[in-house]
């Protein structure tokens, strides 16, 4: 996969397992980033939109919120989440 590869959300959603109405809702939402589109209006999705929807079924089936996982997936945040683990984060439940 290089990094000049684009998926139809067809090819997306077959790669994460998602539903292309799912992909669609995340994509709508900023939790998914279309790379492009078409000229015929359709959407192109990158490498980088693979990997952050299939984080998301594993992280909702933890228990996390929508919000969470919206922070968590967030490129922006990685410098933030790397210096600083768990600021801001809900505290681990103890067992």
Known sequence: MDGG???SIGELARR???TVKRIRFCSDRGSVTQADR???GYR???PDAVARPALVRPLRELG???DVIRRVTN???AAALAIAP???WP???SR
């Open 44 to 46: 192109r999705y990158g």
């Open 16 to 18: 994460t397992g998602l």
């Open 64 to 66: 996390l919120g929508l």
């Open 5 to 7: 590869t684009l998926y």
């Open 91 to 93: 505290a681990p439940s």
């Open 86 to 88: 768990g600021a801001g």
């Open 75 to 77: 490129p922006a945040n």
């Open 38 to 40: 078409t000229p015929a």
